[in-house]
Each structure stands twice: as C-alpha cells, then as structure tokens.
C-alpha cells in the first residue's frame, strides 16, 4: 500500500503499481522506488562517469607506482614488482570491509560516499609528500636522473598516503558496481536486460578511465613529472565524489540486511546441535518463514536444494522449537528458516568458482608488474619519441572496448541463434572458462617475446633500459590477450557474482571478484619470490633479475601458462559441479540457461 500512497491519485490501480519498481527497492526518503523518478540510465551514466574518473584517479598512481619505487625510491625491480603486487593486492582486500559495512549496516550509497572521501584524502596526501618530500632533486625520477636518497618518515609518510588510497578504492569499488546494478529492476524485462548490459558498461568505463591514466599521465610519470601526475588523480577523484552526490536524489537503494556474519554463525551452530537428529525425507517439513515477513528485509525468498544436506538440520524443527515458538522465545541459535541456510549454502558453492580465479588474476597482474619491466628493456623509441612502458596498456584498454562490443553485438546473439529458440548466449560460467584459454595464449605469447628480446639484448649493459632493439610494440599481442580475457573473466565474474548471491549479500559479491585480484596479486609476489629463492641458487642472476637481460622472464611466463592449464580443467570440474540459486518465482529452466556450463 506505500506504493500506492507514493503514486498520482486518480490513475488505475494497476497503472499504480506498474509506477513502482517491483524488486523491493526504495528512493532516498524510503519509500518505494518510482520508476519514472529514480533510477535507470540517468542513475547508471552518473554512476558510469563517476567510475571512469574515479579509475582515472587511481590508475594514475597504479599504472607507474613500479617505476616510481624503482626511480624515486630506489628499489629493485623483483622488490619493486612485491611491493607494487602487495599494495594492488590490499586495495582489494580491503573491498571485503566495503562490503561487509555496505551490506550489513550504511547501505550501498553511504559507504561509496564514505570511502570516496578517504579516496581523496588519500590522493592529496600523496601528491603532498612526493612534491614536498620525495622528488628530490627537482626533475629527478625519469630514466636518466634517479632521486636521493629518503628519510624513514618520508618514506612511512609515502606508505601511509598510497594506503590510504588502497582503502578508499578498495571499500568503494565492489560497492559501485553493485549500486549502479541496483538501479535497474531485474523483475522488470526492459530494465533486468539493461542491468545485464550495465556491467559490461561498466568495466568499459572503467577501462576508458584508465585509458587518460596510461597514456598522457604515464607519459609525463616517466619524463619525472610525478606530483602533476599525482595531483590531476586528486583533481579527478574529487570530481567522481561531486558528480557522485550530485546523483543522490535520484538514485535507488536496498536497505541493509544486518551483519551476515551472525547469519552463517547461527545456521552452523544450530546445525551441529542437531547433529544426531533423524531428518525428514520431505524439505517441505522444514523451518521457513512467509516472503513478506519482517525478518526477510525485503529479500526474496531462496527454496531449498540438496546440496549439504547436513545444514539442513538447522531449519529441523524439534519439539523443544515448538514449545519455545509457542511462548515467543523462538532462537535463532537454535531454529533457522530455510532462506537463511541456503544463503550459507549459496556462499559455499560459490567458493570452489572463485579460488579458480584466483591464477588468473596472477596473470592480470603481470601486466602492471612485468609487463612494465619487459616493456621497459625493449627499444621504445619511435624517430625521437619515447613511448613509457606503462603507456602499452593502452592496447589492454582497446582490446576491451573492442570484445566488448564483439560480445554483445556478435558472438553473444550469434550463439543465442545456435542454441534452442528463447536462450541466452554464453552464460557466465562458460565466458569465464573461454576468458581463462584466453590469458593461457597471452602468457604464451609473452614467453615468445621475450625469447625474442633477449635474443636482441645487450647483455653487459650497466643501465638496461632500452637495451634490446626488439620494439616494444611486439608486446600488443600479449596485452590484446590480457584485454580480451578480461571481456570474458571479469565481466562473466561480476554479473556471475552478482546474480548468484542472495539478495542481503550483493555487495560481498562483487567484493569476491576483486578478493580474487587481491590473492592473486599476493599469490604473484609469492611465486616471484619463490622463483628467485630457487634460481638465484649457485650464485646464478635468477629467472627476474635487475638486468632482466640476464635472467629468464620468458619461463616465468611460460611457468603462468602451465599453472593456468592445470586451473582451467579444474575450474572446468567446478563449473559443470556448480548448481545455481533457486529464488522463488524463477523457473528451473530459466535458472539453468543462466549458469548452465554445458552448450
């Protein structure tokens, strides 16, 4: 009935409630969402741009900050490439603690606001230190003039100002991924196929966003102009914060569903004090609550599945639960509706998928690490213009933009044409496999250029940069690879994520998906060091040493390939394994055209 209140008097009351959004969703007063007046494409743009300046912004640091701790701080290259690994890997660590206080208490909308502003202060702090602290001689920092040497608290002032951006992008991406699907109602055919197209929008506008950080601010990073780089990635994340708020009224939001942590605790231990109960043979006999009920938060109801059956014992009604739901003492320790135990369920089939992700984004991360350091011992001079190695991930960016529109104009329509009349194309699962053969030929085609590169290298040169004449343009491909893979992975992994975690927990889904960049930035810092360990045995320079012209990056690449083989025929396991979530209202033969790995 708040919906009706909320509409125009006078019109029909089916007029009314087709007025409002049907997937429990509220405007900024909280009252039900009115279509015509929240959401939609005017929300999603805002949400867009806010985004690509917001990558901008970060990419501006991300994209050098290898070069940066070479040139600036002094460090090697294998210590500089952990370092940038470990920092990249926090970032998304952190998304975990968006996403917990997004879904749990401030909501989507307050904690992208909040974490935003953390963003800023952190760019501005940064920009602060290297201009007054760091950049020391004036103009050192480019590839001839390396900087001084630093005090330990301007360089604790460096770690502290490059983590406060780790927060503030790590708590606020899972969230906006999530926030700007929210704006679409999936109940709704129009707007659930626009949702679908969002986030494939949205890892084009990150992209593009990035585009800028990579070639005009990676161009005057290299030549040692690094505070004006660092101050236009302040300028743009204040101006995603501004056009961020400026959006308020008009977005759409779900209220938080409580602290998901309890939720799992209640369900295992109510589980395990039933453990040596006889279960019916009929799920209908179990615990469960009305959709409608005050307790659901406006979630949609999950039906039971027979996957763990030993949870199931959680929503076993006992004679002890009837006597205390009798007097009003009911526990939740004791007693959980089937909804809550599928949601544990949910999480828990969501795992094995995403572990599997995790090597391939060992592989994402060599662009902004090796790929770099590759790029920068190749000839990158074209007549008298320098072309920075970072500036290469253009063609990474181009690559996306690019499949992106293959995907969703071509192959996507083309295999709904070759598959029965009314299906989808690819699902997510199976673009996620495709995205994974993908980044095997980029890591295949990275070990072949560099074979080649070092066959053109000076190997006695004292400062190496540029010391091969194989031209830094050999590298496209591998970077066109990693593009491509992405297309697949990344957008197969967000919508994947998103529409297969209950409706209390959208913003941990998205959190899973850069949780995996995380841990495989932290898995490549191990491998790095591993191999070292192993190759600097003997007195030998090691497979990644300072004079990459002496070591092997070719069989590290080719090592990634071989370890994403081995995890692609185990995530091919895991895919067919993998069964979806079953909402109530959705159809079993919607659900598995959804997910479904089999053609």
Known sequence: MACLEVCKEGKLKEEQEEACTQDGSVDWHGRPAIKAKSGQWTAGIIILLNQGLATLAFFGVGVNLVLFLTRVLGQNNADAANNVSKWTGTVYIFSLVGAFLSD???????????????????????????????????????????????????????????????????????????????QFDEDDPKEGHSKVAFFSYFYLALNLGSLFSNT???YFEDEGMWALGFWVSAGSALAALVLFLAGTTRYRHFKPSGNPLSRFSQVLVAAIRKCSVDMPPDADELYDIDGNDSSMNGNRKILHTDEFKFLDRAAYISTRDVEE?????????????VTQVEEVKCVLRLLPIWLCTIIYSVVFTQMASLFVEQGAAMRTTVSNFRIPPASMSSFDILSVALFIFLYRRVLDPLVARIKKKGSRGLTELQRMGIGLVIAIMAMVSAGIVECYRLKHADKDCMHCEGSSSLSI??????????????????VGQLEFFNAQTPDGLKSFGSALCMTSISLGNYVSSLLVTMVMKISTEDHMPGWIPGNLNKGHLDWFYF?????????????????????????????????????????
Not at 475 to 486: K, N, R
């Open 216 to 218: 005009i601010l990676g």
């Open 325 to 337: 739901q009798k007097k009003g003492t009911h526990s939740m320790w004791r007693l959980c509706p």
């Open 104 to 182: 749990s208490y401030w909501g989507r909308y307050k904690t992208c606001a909040i974490f935003q502003v953390i963003f800023v202060i952190g760019l501005v702090s940064l920009s602060l230190s290297s201009y007054l602290f760091l950049i020391r001689p004036r103009g050192c920092g480019n590839q001839e003039m390396p900087c001084g040497s630093h005090s330990g608290l301007e360089i604790t002032l460096f770690y502290l100002s490059i983590y406060l951006v780790a927060l503030g992008n790590g708590g606020y991406q899972p969230n906006i991924a999530t926030f700007g699907a929210d």
């Open 473 to 490: 343009f050999w590298q496209v491909p591998q970077y066109a690879f990693i593009g491509a893979s992405e297309v697949f992975m990344y």
């Open 559 to 599: 090592l990634l390939a071989g370890l994403t083989t081995i995890d692609l025929i185990v995530y091919i396991a895991c895919a067919r394994w993998y069964k979806s979530i079953k909402l109530e209202g959705k159809t079993a033969e919607n659900i598995d055209d959804q997910v479904s790995f089999k053609l």
